[in-house]
């Protein structure tokens, strides 16, 4: 049987070019993915500033609740400290040479371009860093900046510099220079008293540095101290912030993007290889009829899809590591990785999407062999030549009840709002066309015996088509689907993320009431808002955006999610305004939280009760419940006291101070200070970097889908062939067939665009109404059209050229081709 398989593949090989596409494409894409996913937990890029260390102990970021299985952990974006205590214990170890603690905090040269962050002298020995000028700092008053920072500043060892740590500038003397490995990162150092100080955090460090080969003797040591012990490339990790967030955020993107992409590479697959044995009804019903049993056909296409996927696979396996890099460089651009971030790269993600491929190619086989098989060889030869006029009526049921499914999920963003939401609509866009896939042979079969008397009275060319679109509505529904599929996929994902967006501004407009918004690069001091309240006729609060971890159990399992919190003062009433639905703003003391209405429905708390969850930094927080607010898009699910938020950051600055009355003249006494009064444009950039990354993957899965659009028209306008040397042998002219073929373009590509807008009509204006009040979702109008056009373009486009490409051959020689 295989050596049958074989043979069959070799003759046929252009039957097989689209189901080869499909695998390689899919393949390629998933393990992208893959890659993408492993880079998450062993990418990175080369550490600097501990390249002297053997082994790094940081605090570990990872939130794992009681209870939970090994996939319920969510990555903290904040740095915990570790107890200062653990160095002598680290010390103490055998095989330990040395462990040296590491202070971190943010500072500010005044003057110099880059932020930089601020060390104790001892833990310079990690890099290392050397004196190049001057003498280490011994005075309080003293400091040692690197090269690139003192050029920056203009100053050399001996002159005097303004620092910002968390105050209005202080003056240093610099008492040296020094030089150490790389660029990445702008460093100074103080003496280790200041650096206590600076940094505040009594009695914590931010990391330890230890010399020795003892990475796993450390790990058993220190197993219970809530700590992570880094070697190797993941040293990066524990120096860099930026990276370790970005190994976070790539594990999940590649988690979320990569359940895309599979469930598009399955249908895909699924339907091109439907497509690939529904051409091929006639041999199946010869091999039927001369005794071939349905077991045999099944493995027969089994093992011809087992040659085809096993050879699109390693070459698209191959090819996802081209399209990983395509990916990490996109997502560069965007600033979710840094430019640097490199890729890790092994077998194992390769196999994973070969397997992947493999396992998808295998079960559409056995999917689409399932009514060629199981036939008898009379009913076999009698559907040989035309379409099946029935459905069966399983597939329907399904299909009806995805469509059911679907549409009750698009009435969830009425009930669940931010970003959860949004998603849910794209996920009910999905169902919805699955469902209707499913339901299309019927649904076009309805559409086209409406349009069809009208079309059949515009030309000849007309009535051809409307005779063929008609008896063939099943080849017709299979060429709609894709085109479908792209259409609406698109427009769902663009407009669910613009209309949240828009509704995220509207509330954040309406919500943030101060006449005057200070911010800065960096960050904002919480003297600023001190001070400010102390102006006669100003009230000001201190606002810090932060984000807060949560547990929720769900039958046998634990739910974990991160979303966006926010960290106000008590005398934030006059400032903004959220809702207050119960309890009071003016009681959010330290130690206390308000949470939004959903989250406190859904958590089943009210005021006075307790509020469990984690801090930004991984710290547990039993907070009390001191207001309910409805403003949950402005603020997220959380508002904190601000003194609490900025306790676990290590920034320890405000993000912002919400005024209202005059507080230019207060600004002055703090470069790099700036007040505006726009309150859409503050600190919005983590939100425009989530839509440019859901672009970028979208328009990946996209072009996935794109390539299958076009390879399934091509394919089935391409096994007409023998139709249109009928055609041309009874007379018919050349462009008369073109022309036909381009009405049948023109009706596939309408339906397509009536079933995709559908599609993505009922959740998205559900989804605009839920969010922001008006049926009509936000975002630029011109996309939808683009979109449109752009499907009709691919569609129109596909058909001609595969349709001018067969009218090529000699009619008497196509008319005896084989199918």
């Not at 002298?121 to 005075?139: C, D």
């Not at 600076?198 to 990475?215: E, F, K, M, W, Y």
């Not at 005779?467 to 299979?478: E, F, G, I, Q, Y």
């Not at 009709?792 to 090529?808: D, F, K, N």
């Amino acid at each position: 049987m295989l050596t049958l398989a074989l043979q069959t593949v070799k003759a046929r090989t252009s039957g097989f070019v689209g189901a080869f596409i499909a695998v390689l494409c899919g393949t390629a894409l998933v393990a992208a993915c893959g890659i993408l996913m492993e880079s998450g937990f062993r990418g990175g890029v080369p550490t600097q500033r501990y390249a002297a260390a053997d082994v790094v102990v940081t605090g570990d970021r990872t939130v794992r609740p009681p209870g939970g299985d090994v996939l319920a952990f969510e990555h903290a974006s904040e740095q915990p400290g570790i107890p200062a205590a653990l160095v002598a214990k680290i010390a103490a170890v055998p095989g330990v040479k040395s462990a040296v603690a590491e202070l971190t905090f943010p500072a500010v040269v005044v003057g110099a371009e880059k932020p930089a962050l601020g060390h104790n002298w001892e833990s310079a020995v990690l890099a290392p860093f050397t004196l190049k000028q001057g003498n280490a700092p011994a005075a309080d008053n003293e400091v040692v900046l690197d090269s690139g920072l003192a050029a920056q500043a203009g100053v050399a060892a001996g002159g005097e510099v303004q620092i910002m740590v968390r105050s209005a500038p202080v003056s240093y003397r610099v008492s040296g220079i020094a030089e150490g490995r790389g660029d990445r990162q702008a460093a100074l150092f103080f003496n280790a008293a200041k650096a206590a100080e600076l940094a505040g955090r009594p009695d914590q460090v931010s990391a330890i540095g230890v010399t020795g080969d003892v990475g796993d003797r450390l790990e058993d040591v220190l197993a219970n101290d809530h700590v992570t012990v880094s070697t190797g490339a993941d040293r990066s990790a524990a120096e860099f912030d930026d990276v370790s967030q970005t190994k976070a955020i790539l594990a999940l993107i590649a988690g979320s993007f990569g359940g895309y992409a599979v469930l598009v590479a399955i249908f895909v697959v699924a339907s091109t290889l439907a497509l690939t044995v529904e051409q091929r009804r006639r041999e199946f019903a010869l091999l039927r009829a001369v005794g071939a049993t349905p077991r045999q056909i099944r493995k027969m296409i089994g093992l011809e899809t087992l040659v085809v996927g096993a050879v699109a696979g390693v070459l698209g396996s191959l090819g996802g590591i081209a399209v990983s890099h395509g990916l990490r460089t996109a997502f560069a651009n965007i600033g979710v990785v840094p430019q640097d971030f490199e890729l890790s790269i092994s077998p194992i993600p390769l196999v994973a999407a070969l397997l992947i491929g493999l396992g998808a190619a295998r079960l559409a086989a056995w999917s689409a062999a399932r009514r060629p098989s199981s036939i008898n060889p009379v009913e076999a030869l009698g559907e040989a030549a035309i379409q099946r006029k029935e459905v069966g009526r399983i597939r329907l049921v399904i299909g009806y009840v995805l469509l059911a499914i679907g549409t009750a999920a698009t009435t969830l963003p009425l009930f669940v709002p931010g970003q959860i939401g949004a998603a849910m609509s794209v996920m009910a866009a999905l169902v919805l066309i699955i469902g209707l896939t499913l339901t299309g042979p019927r649904i076009v079969g309805k559409a086209v015996r409406m349009i069809a008397p009208a079309l059949s009275n515009v030309s000849s060319a007309g009535y051809l088509a409307a005779a063929n679109v008609t008896k063939n509505s099943r080849r017709l529904a299979a060429a709609v689907t894709p085109l479908m599929l792209a259409i609406g996929f698109a427009v769902v994902n663009f407009y669910s993320q613009t209309t949240f967006t828009a509704a995220v501004q509207q509330e954040t407009t309406r919500s943030i009431t101060a006449d005057q918004i200070v911010s800065g690069v960096t960050g904002v001091p919480a003297e600023v808002a001190q001070a400010a309240r102390k102006i006669p006729g100003v009230t000001a609060t201190s606002l810090v955006r932060t984000e807060v971890i949560t547990a929720r159990k769900s039958g046998d399992t634990v739910e974990v999610n991160k979303s966006p919190a926010n960290g106000l003062d008590p005398e934030a009433g006059d400032t903004v305004d959220l809702g207050i639905t119960s309890g009071d703003l003016k009681d959010l003391k330290p130690g206390t939280v308000a949470l939004g209405d959903t989250h406190a429905f859904w958590a089943d708390k009210k005021v006075g009760d307790t509020a469990e969850f984690w801090f930004a930094d991984g710290q547990r927080a039993n907070l009390k419940v001191v207001a309910i607010y409805q403003h949950e898009l402005a603020f997220g699910d959380h508002v904190l006291n601000a003194e609490d938020a900025r306790a676990h950051t290590r920034a320890g600055l405000d993000n912002a101070v919400l005024v209202n009355g005059n507080a230019k003249d207060l600004i002055t006494s703090y470069p790099g200070l700036t007040i505006t009064t726009n309150a859409t444009a503050q600190d919005r950039g983590d939100e425009r970097t989530q839509f440019l990354l859901n672009l970028v993957a979208v328009g990946v899965i996209l072009g996935y889908v794109a390539i299958s659009v076009s390879n399934t028209l091509v394919m089935s306008t391409a096994a007409r062939r023998r139709e249109f040397a009928l055609l041309r042998l009874v007379g018919t002219k050349r462009r008369q067939v073109k022309k036909m073929m381009r009405m049948e373009a023109l009706v596939t590509v309408g339906l397509a665009a009536v079933m995709g807008t559908l599609v993505a009509a009922l959740p998205l204006t559900l989804l605009s109404i839920g969010f922001t009040g008006s049926p009509v979702p936000s975002g630029p109008a011109w996309v939808y059209p683009a979109v449109l056009a752009g499907a009709a373009l691919l569609g129109i486009v596909s058909i001609a050229v595969s349709t001018g490409l067969t009218l090529r051959a000699k009619p008497v020689d196509a008319i005896g081709s084989r199918e």
